[in-house]
């Protein structure tokens, strides 16, 4: 099988991801599920011949020197496709990640429009939380695309690797590409401060200094979004002061606690039915209380904050997740096990 027509034939079945793995048959993750389409298994020298086409001279001989790579293509018009090469016992093999050419609407994502005005604030740093492939990913793009649709200002991106190309709409919009157009995330955040950014997007906040950098974007007026991998906002806000040097740590608690805007952790969890996936979120913003829990080190306040600050726009995972068991759309099971207390899932569902 050709890789053109693995993807037609992932698309069809509505998967995310493809995986390829030798000794066994391609395999799709549908709805969270990883499902093994018949065929016969696969050899190095199969995936070899899907994946080497896809490359350029430069990707090959990075591939070879350091034995992985991640980059994104399209392959022949179908999808826009992250491709992630590695190898196992000394063979190749690959992992490829799906997505549609539209960018899709953060409604239709199911984010709420609290969290999609953050996308009209004029600074601030705005966090995107989330294990892997929860959507952090396309979340992160339709922000980037309903500023680019709503406001004239100018948008430069870090990523690796770019996953969608924006096209100017209302703003200018520049793509930075980790391995091609900067060295890292934070020699690319130094230099974007003198490029006359309003928004700067980061694909993901990864050691000290890139933290370092985003912050101080924030704090000097412009907003920042980008993505993390943390499970709810109180882990957020602990992750990003404990990446700093314990030295420094008062003076970012400080930078953090002034310039945040809000944090939006996401999951993607089976309907009922279970043949599609649902958005579950926790949307924290930064409110008085939030930001007196981050100067006072009282992270573990940051719960009630938002438990308190529902009437402003806040939701906890917990909240969320008991709304889409009694919406029917998704079971108790399901809720339950993703809940921080259980509980609260139970005595309002009681009875459903």
Not at 85 to 100: D, P, Q
Not at 212 to 221: C, I, R, V, Y
């Amino acid at each position: 099988m050709t890789l053109s027509a693995l993807i037609k034939k992932a698309i069809s079945q509505g998967a995310s991801d493809i995986h390829l793995v030798t000794g066994l048959p391609p395999s799709l993750r549908v709805a969270k599920e990883i499902l093994m389409l018949d065929g016969d298994p696969l050899s190095e020298g199969d995936i070899r011949g899907m994946i080497d086409p896809a490359l350029n001279d430069e990707q090959r001989r990075i591939f070879e020197a350091d034995w992985q790579l991640c980059f994104s293509t399209i392959i022949d018009g179908l999808a826009h496709t992250r491709i992630s090469v590695y190898r196992r016992l000394g063979k190749m093999e690959a992992t490829l990640r799906l997505r549609s050419f539209e960018i899709p609407k953060l409604e239709a994502l199911g984010i709420p429009e609290s969290a999609i005005e953050l996308t009209r604030k004029p600074n601030g740093l705005v966090l995107i939380t989330g294990p892997t492939g929860v959507g952090k990913t396309t979340t992160f793009y339709s922000m980037l695309d309903r500023i680019n649709s709503e406001r004239r200002v100018k948008i430069i991106s870090v990523e690796d690797p770019i996953e969608y190309l924006h096209s100017h709409k209302r703003s200018i919009v520049i793509q930075q590409e980790i391995g091609h157009d900067v060295k890292s995330y934070h020699s690319a955040l130094m230099h974007i401060l003198r490029l006359d950014p309003d928004v700067i997007c980061i694909g993901e906040m990864r050691d000290a200094n890139t933290i370092a950098a985003a912050l101080l974007a924030a704090e000097t007026g412009h907003l920042v979004i980008a993505t993390l991998h943390t499970a709810n906002a109180a882990q957020t806000m602990e992750r990003i002061v404990t990446a700093v040097p314990p030295e420094e740590r008062g003076g970012a608690t400080i930078q953090l606690a002034n310039c945040l805007r809000g944090v939006i952790t996401q999951l993607l969890l089976p309907t009922v039915d279970g043949k599609s996936l649902v958005l579950a979120y926790e949307v924290m913003l930064a409110n008085a209380a939030v930001r007196s829990n981050i100067r006072e080190n009282k992270l573990a306040s940051i719960n009630d904050a938002i438990q308190s600050g529902r009437s402003e726009g806040m939701c906890s995972l917990d909240m969320c997740l008991r709304d889409l068991y009694q919406s029917g759309r998704i079971t108790y099971d399901t809720a339950a096990s993703y809940a921080k207390n259980p509980k609260l899932i139970h005595g309002q569902g009681e009875g459903k």
